[in-house]
């Protein structure tokens, strides 16, 4: 059931196309995709399946919760774990074949002592060393030490990443000084491992600027939702997430009515306002109050006051023809020659594309499709 007509439509051809794409661009190295926080709010489990069937090799999350619902969801291909993960569940992480990072002293020595069960022998590690983004991680020298501590306990680290903090900068010299400690690192990192590792340093940005030749995956998240990673735009990206409602209500209001909470807007003529049957208990933001934008019949409607918790209103007063209850309303996507991206929207509520397709909510249903039209 939809009462509202509203959900994300999210194409799974799309999807499909920019993982092709990203994956010639950054050939030789392979594409981890990365599908933490429910893949940027698109649906982990549907896009996993995807990049599975597409022969993505290596999938990335974000916390271990979200590692285990793919694997209940029947995804078979390694998942990398990159955030923190608290001792007592490392077991969880041995036990369905997660792909945990190794980050510190302390924590290999609990990783030590929950080996006692015999499970982690078996499991794969990947080591991150911090070369600036300073989250996670030791500074290359201290890394090489990590490394051989982890050798010596026996466990198996397959492979070794670090991250960019500038990398939606073309031309950044601080990826320049980033790469380098990571070279420096890698330089000594397989006379300490004995074999070859899974080398990787590039986001999405990274696959966009610079070459991955040396590396064996990049780890594409943002572009593969085909959103844009820097201001730089590249127009082979295919949104996958459109974002769609229906009017709720229409009314006449007059010369000096105000609308919403605050009445922050008051009208200073004879106006046709729609209620949009969203809000922002949805990730509809409220910084969008009196600033962002819909599209009803092909024409940009702007948002009138304050955004609610369920709903908000929108000016329909230039539409040529007078908009019904139950027309369409798109949030992001394209209606007629009209299209709000999230790149668009996320400069109306002052953050980036990332936040608003992650925002959201679970409120809004999901709509898997296949390049068919909605
Ligand atoms: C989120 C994340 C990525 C993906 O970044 P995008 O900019 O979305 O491509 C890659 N690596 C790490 C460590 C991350 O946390």
Redesign the pocket.
Known sequence: MNSRKTFAAIDLEAYRYNLRYLTSKACPAKVMA?V?ADGYGHGAVQLARVAQEEGVEYL?V?FLEEGLRLREAGIKIPILV?NYVEPSSFEAAFENNLTLTIVSHEQLKAIEASMKSGTAMNSAFHIVVDTGMRRLGLEWRESLNLLKASIDIGLNVEGA?T?FATADEKGSGFVAEQLKAFLSFLNQAERITKKTLLKHIS???GIMYIDNSYFDYV?????SYGLQ?SSQRDENLRPVLQWKTCISFVKKIYPGYGVGYGQTFVADREMTVATIPVGYADGYNRHLSNRGFVIISGRRCPVLGRVCMDQFVVDVTHLDHSPKVGDEVVLIGSQGNESISAEEMAEWNGTIN?EVTCAISSRVPRLYMKGENI
């Not at 780890?219 to 572009?223: E, M, Q, S, T, V």
């Open positions: 990365v933490k990335a974000a990159l990443y991250h986001n999405s940005a780890r594409a998240g943002i572009a990673p990332y």
